[in-house]
């Protein structure tokens, strides 16, 4: 099974700050046709995760540019800019390259 | 827009078995896999397996073959998931959820509210 490694385990950032965190995958996530299934879901206090970035670096609908995907092969970044109260939660990659499908166990992110 | 409603939260005594539904809404249910994925209390989210309701077909986890069986009734657009044999290590908030284009999903975009199941006697 590919493992997903994320880090921090958890962060606490000031309203307005910038965060990264980091997700490695113990295998290339490059599909064989081409791709990089890698994927960033934020689950909120009592919610369901919701999907952030596919693909590496593709919003999904409606989300805000505050936060941008990059990386390639087994190394990946979220960046969330201009942090506001609802980013609050626990942050997640995911991979979609192989079977099973598996994610990395998550960021707790704080708010100062 | 598409939604996914769970059923409700289950309490199982260890041993028996346990059938949670969601029904899709919003789009056509035969034309997208259902995914599901488990989320043990405090922990992260592993991945159960899907179903393609257009033709039944479904893969799995091998960590779950024989704890989990994905079906799904067309005429309600509904998928379901039976767990079986139920131990302590089944409780957890189980969650259906599908892609956001046709054919394979590499991503969950749409997600069910979860449903909890708690394995107690």
């Known amino acids: 099974d590919v493992v997903m490694t994320q880090t921090p385990v958890s962060l606490s950032v000031s309203l307005g700050g910038q965060v990264s965190i980091s997700c490695r995958s113990s295998?290339?996530?490059?599909?064989?046709?081409?791709?990089?299934?890698l994927s960033w879901y934020l689950q909120k206090p009592g919610q369901s995760p919701q999907l952030l970035i596919y693909k590496v670096s593709n919003r999904f609908s409606g989300i805000s540019d505050r936060f941008s995907g990059s990386g390639s092969g087994t190394d990946f970044t979220l960046k969330i800019s201009r942090v506001e109260p609802d980013d609050l939660g626990v942050y997640y990659c995911?991979?979609?390259?192989?079977?099973?499908?598996?994610f990395g166990s998550g960021t707790k992110l704080e708010i100062k | 827009q598409v939604q996914l409603q769970q059923s409700g939260a289950e309490l199982v005594k260890p041993g028996s078995s346990v059938k949670i539904s969601c029904k899709a809404s919003?789009?056509?249910?035969?034309?997208?896999?259902m995914h599901w994925i488990k989320q043990q209390p405090g922990n992260g989210l592993e991945w159960i397996g899907w179903?393609?309701?257009?033709?039944?077909?479904?893969k799995y986890n091998q960590k779950f073959n024989g704890k989990a069986t994905l079906t799904a009734d067309k005429s309600s657009s509904t998928a379901y998931m039976q767990l079986s044999s139920l131990t302590s290590e089944d409780s957890a908030v189980y969650f259906c959820a599908r892609g956001s284009t046709m054919g394979i999903t590499h991503w969950f975009a749409y997600w069910g509210q979860g449903t909890l199941v708690t394995v107690s006697s």
């Open positions: 179903i393609y309701p257009g033709n039944g077909n479904t």
């Open positions: 919003g789009y056509t249910f035969t034309s997208y896999d």
């Open positions: 295998q290339s996530l490059v599909h064989n046709n081409g791709n990089t299934y």
């Open positions: 995911g991979q979609g390259t192989q079977y099973p499908l598996t």
